[in-house]
């Protein structure tokens, strides 16, 4: 079983849907984030959740809601979204938020919204 | 602001010859940590390598070796031997103390040819 795992791997939606997406860590790590990957930008660092507690929230538009319910879980929300949305997101988790350990990714979600 | 500069959009590589992807950063902090990550095609982000402002060694793990020259701010990562499943995208990252984790440049995708 991979370390950190998300699904779904690919998300076509509309603009009026709501949708979630679902990422699981089995590595006893504490902090958890969502990154944005657009087409021919950096990686755009979301939401950071350590501990269960939002730490970081990078003025992301209310139109994404994270979720995380326990250490292992971390959702995102996903309700009346843009074309321009449309990106592969990554979850990744690290033990600790600020310590000097890399961070697991998933394979990621590649959403498309039409 | 902090920021990491990759300057090469796309490189391509005999396969079995040795390949350098720049990397550079900006910052005023005196503790940061630099990670190479690799994304192929699936989409997961895997860690290759890390590297601590503070040590004197170059970090190397296998293939991979990271050229850190902290006077000019540059964390080249050097892959000997390439293989044709090197073939992805190649980002640097940069972590800083009192920020969020894990600030990433645009990337490097390498094409390994046969």
């Known amino acids: 079983e991979t370390g950190v795992t998300q699904t779904p791997r690919h998300l076509v939606m509309g603009m009026t849907n709501k949708k979630s997406l679902k990422c699981e860590q089995h590595?006893?790590?504490?902090?958890m984030y969502w990154y944005k990957q657009s087409a021919k930008k950096p990686l755009e660092l979301m939401f950071v959740y350590s501990l269960e507690e939002r730490v970081e929230n990078n003025s992301v538009p209310s139109r994404f809601s994270p979720e995380c319910p326990n250490s292992s879980h971390l959702f995102l929300h996903l309700h009346t979204l843009q074309p321009e949305d449309s990106a592969l997101y990554l979850c990744?988790?690290?033990?600790?938020?600020?310590?000097?350990?890399?961070?697991?990714f998933g394979q990621g979600t590649r959403l498309t919204v039409v | 602001a902090q920021k990491i500069t990759q300057t090469q959009p796309g490189m391509f590589v005999q396969e079995k010859e040795a390949v350098t992807l720049d990397c550079t950063y900006d910052?005023?902090?005196?503790?940061?940590?630099l990670f190479w990550y690799k994304q192929p095609s699936s989409g997961e982000m895997i860690f290759l390598i890390y590297q601590g402002s503070y040590d004197e060694q170059n970090a190397t793990e296998g293939r991979y070796s990271l050229n850190f020259q902290k006077a000019r701010k540059s964390a080249n990562l050097v892959i000997s031997a390439s293989q044709l499943g090197d073939s992805a995208m190649y980002f640097c990252?940069?972590?800083?103390?009192?920020?969020?984790?894990?600030?990433f440049g645009k990337g490097t995708r390498l094409s390994v040819i046969a």
């Open positions: 990252a940069m972590f800083y103390s009192g920020n969020t984790p894990l600030v």
């Open positions: 590595l006893g790590h504490n902090a």
């Open positions: 990744a988790s690290s033990q600790g938020v600020r310590g000097w350990t890399e961070a697991f």
């Open positions: 910052t005023s902090d005196q503790s940061y940590g």
